[in-house]
C-alpha cells in the first residue's frame, strides 16, 4: 500500500517527528496554564508604563487630572488580569452541554408524604 499525501500534501506526516493527530483532545494542562500565565503577564506589562506615562504626562502638561485618569485606569488592571486568566479555554462548538432544561417543573426532593390516620 503506497503511502499518501495528509491534508497539507506532506508524504512525511505520521513520522516520528510529525505524528498524526488521530483525537480531538484538548491542550494539555501545561499548555493551558503557559497560555493563562502569558495572558496574565501581558496585562500586567501594561501597568508600569501607564505609571510612567501618567508621571510623563504631568511634566509635559502639568495638568494632574491627565495623570490622575491615567492611574485610575491602571488600578483594575491587576484585577482584569487575574479574571481573564483564570479563565477556561473557550468551549469547542462539538463539547455537548451538560444540561439541558429538564425537570425544571418538578422539585429535586419530593416533600414527605402527609400521614392519614383513619379513626
Not at 506532506?10 to 494539555?28: C, N, Q, R, W
Not at 500565565?37 to 495638568?63: D, E, G, H, Q, W
Not at 485610575?72 to 439541558?100: F, Q
Amino acid at each position: 500500500m503506497s503511502r499518501t499525501p495528509g491534508f497539507n500534501g506532506d508524504y512525511d506526516d505520521g513520522s516520528p517527528e510529525k505524528p498524526v493527530l488521530i483525537t480531538e483532545a484538548a491542550l494539555s494542562l501545561e499548555d493551558q496554564h503557559r497560555a493563562r500565565v502569558r495572558k496574565y503577564l501581558t496585562l500586567m506589562s501594561f501597568r508600569i508604563p501607564a505609571m510612567i506615562l501618567a508621571a510623563l504626562a504631568y511634566a509635559a502638561f502639568a495638568n494632574p487630572w491627565l495623570s490622575v485618569g491615567i492611574l485610575a485606569l491602571s488600578v483594575p488592571l491587576p484585577w482584569v488580569a487575574v479574571l481573564i486568566a483564570n479563565d477556561r479555554p473557550p468551549r469547542s462548538k462539538d463539547e455537548p452541554s451538560r444540561w439541558d432544561g429538564r425537570g425544571d417543573e418538578t422539585t429535586a426532593l419530593e416533600g414527605p408524604q402527609p400521614r392519614v390516620i383513619d379513626g
